[in-house]
T-cell receptor
């Protein structure tokens, strides 16, 4: 069964450092998403991406965040200058036809900012 | 998107049907009901969705009341691996790309 893969599974970084979280969506999917979940809290939408541009973003997704599809297979989330409060599980997801269709989520990257 | 109300937690014996309710009394005519689940801290997993007719797939059944103000997700024969947080989400699939997750129902399946 096709799956969304995320790397690394766990990343520790120092406050103020830049991090890049990587995702390989399912190959024929056209819509890509990032969500995050702070420990013990709800899953929160960050951004959706279609046709090489952001289609929707939340208030959380400020100038510190950016997304990119650098080639035909990867989808990345960059946090420019990490803060302690960025510590969370970050989930990548993809879907074939927007959310008229089911979204497939990866297993997540646990980001710890120290 | 309409808000949903779900019980905080439920228990179910292994092998029995798990019936998870969701109230969405302010749902509008073009909003669909989606169910996802999250096992431990893994990524959410799609289960099923519907508009007004009952739906069934290999994982579960979705029963939507005639007035569409509530729905029930049914796992016909719960297993220990079904222990998870279950999220009921209502949304218009053509208006927005995002899923808004609430706090969901924590289902504990016991032997």
């Amino acid at each position: 069964e096709p799956e969304v893969t995320q790397t690394p599974s766990h990343q520790v970084t120092q406050m103020g450092q830049e991090v890049i979280l990587r995702c390989v969506p399912i190959s024929n999917h056209l819509y890509f998403y990032w969500y995050r979940q702070i420990l013990g809290q709800k899953v929160e939408f960050l951004v959706s991406f279609y046709n090489n541009e952001i289609s929707e973003k939340s208030e959380i997704f400020d100038d510190q965040f950016s997304v990119e599809r650098p080639d035909g297979s990867n989808f990345t989330l960059k946090i420019r200058s990490t803060k302690l409060e960025d510590s969370a599980m970050y989930f990548c997801a993809s879907s074939e036809a927007g959310l008229r269709d089911e979204a497939f989520f990866g297993q997540g990257t646990r980001l710890t900012v120290v | 998107d309409a808000k949903t109300t779900q019980p905080t937690s439920m228990d179910c014996a292994e092998g029995r049907a798990a019936n998870l309710p969701c109230n969405h009394s302010t749902i509008s005519g073009n909003e669909y009901v989606y169910w996802y689940r999250q096992i431990h801290s893994q990524g959410p997993q799609y289960i099923i969705h519907g508009l007004k007719n009952n739906e069934t797939n290999e994982m579960a059944s979705l029963i939507i009341t005639e007035d569409r103000k509530s729905s029930t997700l049914i796992l016909p024969h719960a297993t220990l691996r079904d222990t998870a947080v279950y999220y009921c989400i209502v949304r218009v699939p053509y208006n927005t790309d995002k899923l808004i997750f609430g706090t969901g129902t924590r289902l504990q399946v016991f032997p």
